[in-house]
């Protein structure tokens, strides 16, 4: 019987520093020790956007901290850890980098198994932590960097059915909001000026739902917001929530015919499961959840917490890994780019944003 392992999760690829422990014994659902996010809005609020040099300093002063403070939470010495997971990419390779030299530090100093994981795979495996999910599944992975519909059938067999072929929609959500003076407060800024909104008031576009397949589309329904405003002269509150309104709700049937198209491609699936940052929206998670109603599986998002980046994905991928025999040495190398589907290195759908999921 295998035995029960205990990981320290390391996760630094954006703009949140986050650790975590997980721990999974055979024959038991998985368990999160402790687990703590620190973000970094603040440092990044005046600029617009994150910075990568202010993230990557930020991470390096704070990693030591988060592993500690997660050590502590769950009343473990370094010594009950059975192996350290670090993000290894893709994303902002400053903060990558200092995940890797961190996890390969502690690695190194306490004789423990490093073992470097996808970021994507990360995301791509928390219904797995959460639930229990079975291969083969579907997964729509929607963030601030990331949109892309992938067949999960092994912890490290992805097979990408299909993505966005210019922004995500999260990258979207976050320019809309900021278009429309909600400052930094990007998808759950939009999502609660919606509230007040009417869907219909403007006539904004549902790309791509001619084309066939479960490729997606937002930069034009981004810049449709942005032309509305233009007509309106100073905007309102009621312009503001309406146009809220109007995009939450294209974005949400995007993905919901996409997830029809993708469920249809992935053949068979019993489980379609949503994670990043975007699957928090509650319009999104209603479409998503149609989708899969339609298609007759079950639909499981994970909470909040473990939809956007966070440490205990990154344990759980690689405590999922290490069952399958990987191990990674001094040599593990931070990357930028790491397509999960590497039979598709060439893919679209990175966002403009760069390498963020
Ligand atoms: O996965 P995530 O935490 O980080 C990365 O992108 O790496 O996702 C963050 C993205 C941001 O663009 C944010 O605006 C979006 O997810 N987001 C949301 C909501 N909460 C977060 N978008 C729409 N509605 C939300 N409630
Ligand atoms: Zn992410």
């Not at 600029?47 to 991470?59: C, K, L, Q, S, W």
């Not at 109007?246 to 993708?262: C, E, H, I, N």
């Not at 019993?270 to 999104?284: C, D, H």
């Amino acid at each position: 019987m295998a035995a029960t392992l205990t990981f320290l999760g390391i996760e630094s690829s954006c703009d949140d520093t986050a650790a975590a422990i997980v721990r999974d014994t055979p024959g038991e659902p998985p368990r999160i020790l402790a687990e703590t996010v620190i973000g970094q809005g603040a440092l990044h609020a005046d600029f617009g956007g994150v910075v990568p040099e202010i993230a990557a300093r930020a991470h390096a002063e704070r990693l030591d901290l988060c592993a500690e403070a997660v050590l502590a939470r769950a009343g473990l010495g370094v010594r009950d850890l059975d192996g350290v997971a670090v993000t290894a990419g893709p994303g902002l390779i400053g903060g990558v980098l200092a995940g890797v030299m961190f996890a390969k530090g502690l690695a190194a100093a306490a004789g423990l198994p490093l073992v470097g994981v996808n970021h994507l795979a990360g995301h791509a495996l928390t219904p797995r932590l959460t639930d229990g999910v079975a291969f083969p599944y579907l997964v729509l992975i929607a963030s601030g960097g990331h949109c892309q519909f992938v067949l999960v059938e092994g912890a490290d067999r992805f097979h990408r059915l299909g993505g966005t072929i210019d922004d995500a929609p999260g990258e979207a959500f976050d320019k809309v909001a900021r278009h429309l003076g909600l400052g930094a407060g990007g998808g759950p800024a939009v999502e609660a000026e919606a509230r007040a909104g009417d869907p219909a008031r403007f006539d904004l576009p549902r790309p791509l739902l001619d084309r066939p397949g479960c490729d997606l589309s937002f930069s034009g329904l981004k810049t449709a917001v942005l032309r509305a405003t233009e007509t309106l002269g100073p905007i309102g509150p009621q312009d503001r929530a309406d146009l809220c309104a109007g995009f939450q709700a294209a974005v949400a049937d995007v993905l919901g015919a996409k997830a029809r198209a993708a469920l249809a491609l992935a053949g068979g699936v019993a489980v379609f499961a949503a994670a990043g940052g975007v699957a928090a929206n509650g319009a999104v998670r209603a479409a998503l959840g149609a989708a899969a109603a339609s298609a007759g599986v079950d639909f499981v998002v994970p909470p909040v917490r473990l939809c956007t980046d966070n440490g205990a994905m990154i344990a759980w991928a690689g405590i999922e890994r290490f069952r399958e025999g990987a191990r990674d040495g001094m040599d593990l190398a931070a990357r930028p780019r790491w397509p999960l589907d590497d039979r598709q290195a060439g893919m679209l759908g990175a966002g403009r944003k760069g390498p963020k999921a």
